[in-house]
Every structure is written in structure tokens, then in C-alpha cells.
Nanobody, 126 residues
Framework: QVQLVESGGGTVQAGGSLRLSCTAS????????MGWFRQAPDKEREFVAQ????????YYGDFVKGRFAISRDNAKSTVYLQMNNLKPEDTAVYYC???????????????????WGQGTQVTVSL
């Protein structure tokens, strides 16, 4: 079992930035691809970004358009999501997730992930 704990959410004005962190409870974190998803009220969970176990492959949801950056520090068992130029439509609960699926493939679907954090709220005001 892997426990994931997100932090860094909050309220920010449009155009501002936030950095989310997600720390894993196990050292095997370094072998997992990690993803960030978000879910706004009355909407489905949406893929935000994914990073492979060694950071070599990175994928983003279409809406990101260069505003967000995912990274990881395996020595700290932590994955980050730097979010810049935030918009009100970015308001959602953001979740990090880990997948035990092997290979450096693209995993944009929530059902492909085995472990989830509790989520952190991001609110972007006008």
C-alpha cells in the first residue's frame, strides 16, 4: 500500500501561481509513474499531467498549454505540479496518483492508477 499526501493548494487570483506537492509513504515511489488529476464540482475527473518513474517522459492534458509543469524528486519521494497563469476554470480539487503499470507509456485515465491522495483544493478568483 502506498499513501500519497498532497499539499500546496489554496486560493489565488487569476494570473497567479501555485506549486502543489505530493509525498509518498514508500521508497518504491521511484518505480512508479505519477499523475495529477483534477475534479471540479459536477465534472468528471480530468487528467492534468503525468511523469514517468525517472522523469524521462512527461505528458500534459490539452488544456495545460504550457502553463503547468510536473516534476519529481525521487530522493524525497515527492512529485510536484507548478501551476502558472492560473485561470478561474482551473478551480478544482487536485489529486496525485501513482500507477504500478510498467513502461514509459501514456496513462491519461483515472482507472489506470492504483493509489490516490486525498486531494487539495485550488481556487482561482477573478
Amino acid at each position: 500500500q502506498v499513501q500519497l499526501v498532497e499539499s500546496g493548494g489554496g486560493t489565488v487570483q487569476a494570473g497567479g501561481s501555485l506549486r502543489l506537492s505530493c509525498t509518498a509513504s514508500r521508497r518504491t515511489f521511484s518505480s512508479y509513474a505519477m499523475g495529477w488529476f483534477r475534479q471540479a464540482p459536477d465534472k468528471e475527473r480530468e487528467f492534468v499531467a503525468q511523469i514517468s518513474w525517472n522523469g524521462g517522459n512527461i505528458y500534459y492534458g490539452d488544456f495545460v498549454k504550457g502553463r503547468f509543469a510536473i516534476s519529481r524528486d525521487n530522493a524525497k519521494s515527492t512529485v510536484y505540479l507548478q501551476m502558472n497563469n492560473l485561470k478561474p476554470e482551473d478551480t478544482a480539487v487536485y489529486y496525485c496518483a501513482a500507477t504500478t503499470k510498467g513502461g514509459d507509456f501514456y496513462y491519461p485515465n483515472a482507472y489506470e492508477y492504483d493509489y490516490w491522495g486525498q486531494g487539495t483544493q485550488v481556487t482561482v478568483s477573478l
